[in-house]
């Protein structure tokens, strides 16, 4: 049964990459002139081959590195906290034990994802020149689970186009995606036990145990999987069926090493500019820079070309009048000696008439549009054009965002919130945020999801700052003259919405209980100083009344008596 069902699924499975077969093709056009270290579609890569031998100008592929390099730098840096935690609700995100739960999270992924243990830049890198390139890239997200005392982590990974085929459902979501592999014997062995492999397999172990054996991974909807037969995928504790199954299998043996359930679907496939009718997405830069890509190809050959024939001109020579020529440094060239020069010279340059800078100005042209198509334009901050203010400055950048944002906005969504989501899921899986008893009551049935810090939400969150103190100054103002009794706004919201806008952490800002409190806390403070003032007035009154019945008792003794007394008293007397 089980190798029915292995070779069920590799004829579909390569139903699929056949059907992909024209896509590969186009990519590797593409990546012959932009990306050369890629340019192994439908060709492979010798080792210690020259892969830029076919190229002559550099141009196309420094822009395509440039536009791939941007990616991070705007939209993933790490040294920014470039995303964050939220319900979409701002007055749900607003309340501090909310806030503080939601930073929690955010800090939590971000470790998690930095953990050089993840593979997060070196996977993600590869997979921004994937998508700058061919509007594609498969990044798999999975936790790698480590025996104890070790800590599981998560592992990302990215794949070549090449060997990954992928199906859309009726959302267009991908739920299925082919993965064409390759183990060793000995790595076989370790994964999937001696028992699962087949003879030829654990011979190899023994005798080669680094020969390579391909593997086709199948990740489907388990439901789906269910019309082949039933399985052993669900969860072993709750018995559930997982809702997606992962399928190995030896394709050269035809034998299924393992079927496992999945929590989610393990591979983040963002998608740059896509087609009706298709499931395979495409770069808009590279398709607008291919032609130009080829072209100044062509027309750098043929200014070098230009170039050399002027500083090295072709020669021309009579016939039978030049015996030898050697135009080396401190060489001779020989001529007959009974050639007449008054017949012309024997040995000459021929003059070219062309004009090479009207070939350098053509590629210059061709050069500022492949500059546009990669966005470069877009993507560098344009020369001041005279010396600017702090603020002239940031409103420069500012703008400059904004022409961003038809750019990177996709990218956004389809990539950054996708790859934020699964690793979400599995860091819940693995009980990295806590116990449920740790979410507040306001969050356990709110949606999450993320949003992105960029220069513009920035100024915008300074601006309710600027706004909050300006409306305050005019508020003062007009009691200070007295155009008004009370205030017309509630203070207290106005500063904590001025202290939401500093976008300092949320651990700043004090909870309703924590408020109550300390209210409770300073009213009690205050009534216990009251006390202690009453008692302390009460004193210094029966202390005076005292004094007076002194004072008069004094005056009314006899002269004698007076005498008698102390110093002190007599003076009070």
């Not at 093709?25 to 579609?41: C, G, H, M, T, V």
């Not at 998560?154 to 183990?183: F, V």
């Amino acid at each position: 049964m089980s190798k029915a069902r292995a070779k069920e699924l590799i004829d579909f499975s390569n139903r699929l990459f056949v059907h992909k077969m024209p896509l590969d093709s186009l990519n590797q056009e593409i990546a012959e002139n932009i990306y050369p270290q890629r340019a192994d579609f439908t060709s492979k890569f010798v080792r210690g081959e020259d892969f830029t031998a076919h190229l002559i100008d550099s141009y196309p592929s420094q822009l395509r590195q440039e536009l791939g390099d941007s990616f991070s730098a705007l939209l993933r840096a790490k040294d920014q906290q470039w995303f964050r935690a939220t319900t979409q609700d701002e007055a749900v995100d607003a309340e501090p034990e909310n806030a503080r739960y939601l930073e929690f999270m955010t800090s939590r992924i971000k470790s998690f994802l930095y953990d050089p243990r993840s593979q997060f830049v070196k996977a993600t890198k590869q997979g921004d020149h994937d998508y700058a390139s061919f509007g594609n890239a498969v990044i798999s997200l999975e936790e790698r689970r480590l025996p104890p005392p070790e800590r599981s982590h998560l592992m990302l990974r990215n794949y070549h186009l090449r060997d990954c085929a992928w199906l859309e459902d009726e959302i267009t979501e991908i739920d299925r995606l082919d993965l064409k592999d390759s183990m060793s014997g000995r790595t076989m062995k370790r994964k999937f036990g001696e028992k699962k492999l087949h003879d030829s397999v654990n011979k190899a172990c023994k005798d080669e145990p680094h020969k390579a054996f391909e593997i086709r991974v199948v990740v489907m909807p388990s439901d789906e999987y269910d019309y082949i037969g039933p399985t052993a995928y669900s969860d072993a504790k709750t018995k559930k069926k997982q809702p997606f199954v992962r399928c190995y299998i030896d394709v050269s043996n035809m034998t299924l090493l393992r079927e496992e359930g999945l929590i989610d679907f393990p591979f983040i496939v963002p998608r740059w500019h896509m087609v009706s009718g298709s499931q395979y997405a495409f770069s808009p830069a590279a398709m607008s820079a291919l032609p130009d890509a080829r072209m100044t190809q062509q027309l750098t050959w043929i200014l070098l070309e230009a170039g050399e024939k002027a500083v090295e001109p072709p020669l021309i020579a009579t016939e039978e009048a030049v015996k030898s020529v050697d135009i080396r440094s401190g060489k001779l060239s020989w001529v007959d000696k009974e050639y007449d020069e008054k017949l012309g010279e024997a040995l000459r340059p021929i003059k070219i008439e062309g004009d090479i800078n009207a070939g350098l100005a053509l590629r210059q042209d061709v050069r500022e549009i492949l500059t546009r198509a990669f966005y470069a334009d877009r993507i560098r901050l344009p020369d001041p054009t005279k010396e600017m203010t702090a603020y002239e400055t940031s409103k420069r950048i500012e703008e400059h965002i904004r022409n961003l944002l038809p750019l990177f906005e996709p990218i956004e969504v389809e990539y950054n919130v996708r790859l934020l989501e699964k690793a979400f899921t599995q860091m819940a899986n693995m009980g990295a945020f806590g116990g449920r008893d740790l979410i507040p009551d306001a969050l356990s049935d709110e949606q999450i999801t993320w949003s992105f810090q960029t220069p513009i939400q920035e100024a915008s969150s300074r601006l309710m700052v600027e706004r909050g103190q300006e409306t305050m100054a005019i508020v003062a103002q007009a009691q200070q003259l007295g155009m008004i009794a009370t205030s017309p706004v509630h203070g207290t919201l106005v500063v904590k919405d001025m202290v939401r806008g500093v976008n300092g952490p949320a651990t700043w800002r004090k909870t309703e209980d924590e408020e109550a409190a300390e209210a409770e806390a300073t009213a009690a403070k205050s009534a216990i100083e009251g006390a202690a003032q009453e008692l302390a007035t009460g004193a210094e009154v029966v202390g005076q009344v005292s004094d007076a019945s002194m004072k008069a008792e004094a005056a009314m003794m006899p002269m004698q008596e007076r005498l008698a007394l102390p110093a002190a008293q007599r003076q009070a007397a």
